[in-house]
């Protein structure tokens, strides 16, 4: 019953992220508002491997703007394309652990 709890607050957190984010721009504190959702379900490997890998490749978005000093074109797309990439590298890593994991049963 707690599991389905903490599951839906993450996938309402995770909708309000993404309606933010079609809005404006995706910034990355912006998951601060899921990971705390996710501290409660951390034994579930599908949960703790995409929120520790999306804490470290989302926080590199911030290194095109360092690297320029604005946010002018063609950054945001940059940050687009850095945001898709994290995703699916950290849903990716996900699988193959999840595969792994059920071969060595």
């Given amino acids: 019953r707690d ?10 957190m995770s909708a309000a992220v993404y309606l933010a984010s079609v809005r ?3 910034q990355p504190w912006y998951l601060l ?3 705390p959702f996710c501290a409660f ?3 579930k490997f599908y949960i703790l491997i995409p929120s520790v890998m999306l804490s470290v ?9 360092l690297y ?3 946010y002018d ?6 940050m687009d394309q850095m945001l898709w990439w994290s995703m699916g590298i950290a849903g990716s890593a996900t699988v193959v652990f999840g ?7």
């Fill in 41 to 43: 379900l951390a034994k």
């Fill in 33 to 35: 508002f899921i990971f």
């Fill in 24 to 26: 404006t721009t995706f």
């Fill in 99 to 105: 595969v792994f994991s059920k071969l060595r049963k």
């Fill in 73 to 78: 074109k063609p950054i945001p797309q940059i």
């Fill in 68 to 70: 320029t000093g604005s």
């Fill in 3 to 12: 599991f389905i709890f903490f599951l839906g607050s993450i996938l309402l």
């Fill in 57 to 65: 490749l989302v926080f590199l978005q911030y290194i095109p703007y």
